[in-house]
């Protein structure tokens, strides 16, 4: 996520608009949720918080004291003075839980653009994580950005299968002039009310 943060705020302060991953004045109106990593630095939603709307950044339980110490340090010893906030969010839980029974068990706002990043460690989680990214996704809204550090080749394996396999899905790959050098790779995915198209740039 280093290296991510790195990337964007490079970008915002110093790319042409046609070379960033993000734009700067639709950011400024943007709802954003980052997926937790069990890492629990908040890097991503202090390096990024000033330039959008609102920020929730989520873990599991265990994570969350230290995801609010890491935050609070950077603001003044109050999280009352930032537009970020803190949320559990367990996607374990998540796929556990009956689709019928999700909405009144995970209640997050809809949001315009989903993080997930240093995510994808373990195939035996990728079911869990393809669930979740799909339950938090408003089609036509939301917009996912997967950073992922190529080590487990089983893992992003299982993950694009999963998320390819998902219907009402566009996902393409950011191509290295927009992304990360290697051994990273940016894909990007869109929830549509129809279809499947799946492409690179």
């Not at 873990?59 to 230290?66: A, F, G, K, N, W």
Request: overall charge negative; glycine content about 6%.
């Amino acid at each position: 996520s280093i290296d991510f943060a790195r990337l964007v705020l490079e970008q915002l302060h110093f790319a042409a608009p046609t070379a960033s991953l993000f734009d700067k004045t639709a950011l400024e109106n943007m709802e954003i949720l980052e997926l937790g990593n069990r890492a629990g630095t908040g890097l991503l939603s202090i390096a990024l918080s000033t330039w959008v709307k609102n920020y929730t950044v989520t873990d599991i339980r265990e994570i969350l004291p230290l995801l609010e110490k890491n935050i609070l340090l950077n603001y003044a010893g109050s999280t009352d003075t930032t537009n970020i906030s803190i949320a559990e969010l367990d996607w374990l839980s998540l796929h556990a839980t009956p689709t019928k029974q999700r909405s009144r068990v995970f209640q997050f706002p809809a949001v315009d653009l989903v993080f997930v990043v240093d995510c994808i460690y373990h195939p035996s989680l990728m079911p869990a994580l393809v669930d979740t990214i799909d339950y938090l996704s408003t089609p036509g809204r939301t917009t996912v950005t997967v950073v992922v550090e190529l080590r487990d080749e089983e893992a992003v394996r299982v993950f694009l299968e999963l998320w390819l396999g998902t219907p009402n899905w566009e996902i393409w790959r950011i191509g290295r002039s927009h992304g990360l050098p290697r051994p990273y790779v940016i894909w990007v995915g869109r929830k549509v009310d129809g279809g499947n198209k799946q492409g690179s740039d």
